[in-house]
């Protein structure tokens, strides 16, 4: 049986092949529910800056849910979806930086990335606004913070990534896609075989793995270039592009859900078919670690879905969005914590 979806997903390619069933080291890990204060959606981008939690999903017209994890409450909603003074328009991609010390806002449709100061976002008293903008040229779907600039991929015509500098001019384009990547439109390949990306909290590393082809990929940023380290890879994607659809057969595995970046390598995997994830092309319950050199490390096993995840690796905790088990919030999301 094959179902019709709309989707954006993204992905990758290149050399040192190499693969293994990241098995070893595997701890079972068990979740327990966070009461923030209010109700949450399904979010795309779960990030922490100690001790904010920010949490993005669309509610009351406002794009992200700050919960302060030392003392326990929910403390504001901020991000007005507007085209005005201080508005932005979503899809948005959160990240931030430890080197620093600031919050990432990307406007995916305008190319626009925001800089915000977290002391701004945990007052209430205080709207946030943003200490610089910075406009990516090519307008890349996800991008993350590096050494001196950004990463960024995208449906560009050529190279898989783009390196930009702090003012969001392109410094180099490079990548070749995997498998039949090469051969398709650039719109097509970007679907098919972009995927997860996350960047090391010193900004010299970065990775990019896939969620339709099992390929995932680490970088060093040298010189304005970056240089594979790392390849891991082991089939192609089992789904056909038509348009802007992808049909994916119940027979395809999913792979690298969602990615996030710190002193190490966090991706989070589904290793299902789709049919076995209950046709849902997001969603995973295991955690694999490397290190920035590509190296495998350890693995962690969740007892429920997740779909997005940041790590305190200060005080070993992952927080994770996942479906709400509470029959009054029956089809609704929340937030769990984990110890690692």
């Known amino acids: 049986m094959c179902i019709v979806i709309v989707i954006i997903v993204f992905l990758f390619g290149s050399c040192n ?6 098995s070893s080291n595997e701890t079972n890990i068990f979740g327990t529910k966070i009461d923030i204060g209010c109700l949450v959606g399904q979010s795309n981008d779960l990030i922490y800056f100690a001790p904010l939690l920010l949490y993005q999903d669309v509610y009351d017209n406002h794009l992200v849910t700050v919960f302060d994890t030392k003392n326990e409450q929910f403390v504001r909603r901020f991000l007005t979806i507007g085209r005005g003074p201080g508005e932005v328009t979503p899809p948005l991609r959160l990240f931030v930086s430890t080197v620093t010390q600031q919050i990432y ?47 960024g991929i995208g449906m560009f015509d050529d190279g898989r990534f783009r390196l930009y500098d702090s003012i969001g001019n392109i410094v180099s384009s490079f990548g070749v896609y995997p498998f039949r990547g090469e051969g398709m439109s650039h719109i097509d390949r970007f679907f098919i075989y972009q995927g997860s990306l996350a960047a090391s909290f010193d900004g010299n590393y970065f990775a990019i793995g896939t969620a339709f082809c099992d390929n995932l990929e680490f970088y060093r940023v040298e010189d304005g270039n970056a240089v594979l380290i790392k390849r891991y890879e082991s089939y192609d994607v089992k789904a056909v592009f038509y348009g802007n659809r992808i049909r994916i057969d119940d027979n395809c595995k999913m792979d690298y859900m969602a990615a996030y970046g710190g002193k190490y390598c966090y991706m989070l995997y589904s290793g299902k078919t789709y049919l076995e994830n209950e046709r849902r092309p997001i969603g995973g319950s295991k955690i694999i670690v490397f290190d920035w050199n590509g190296n495998y490390l350890r693995s962690y096993s969740t007892d429920a879905v997740i779909f997005s995840f940041c790590v305190d690796e200060e005080n070993n905790i992952l927080y994770a969005s996942a479906l709400d088990d509470d029959d009054e919030n029956e089809g609704g999301f929340c937030i769990l914590q984990f110890n690692i």
Not at 17 to 22: K, L
Not at 128 to 140: C, W
Request: charged residues 30%; without cysteine.
């Open 17 to 22: 092949i190499q693969r293994t069933d990241f």
């Open 105 to 151: 806002a990307f406007q995916v449709q305008t190319g626009y990335l925001n800089v915000y100061e977290p002391d701004d976002i945990i007052d209430k008293n205080t709207i946030p606004y943003t200490h610089r903008q910075v406009f990516l040229e090519d307008r890349p779907i996800d991008v993350k913070k590096i050494k001196n600039g950004y990463v």
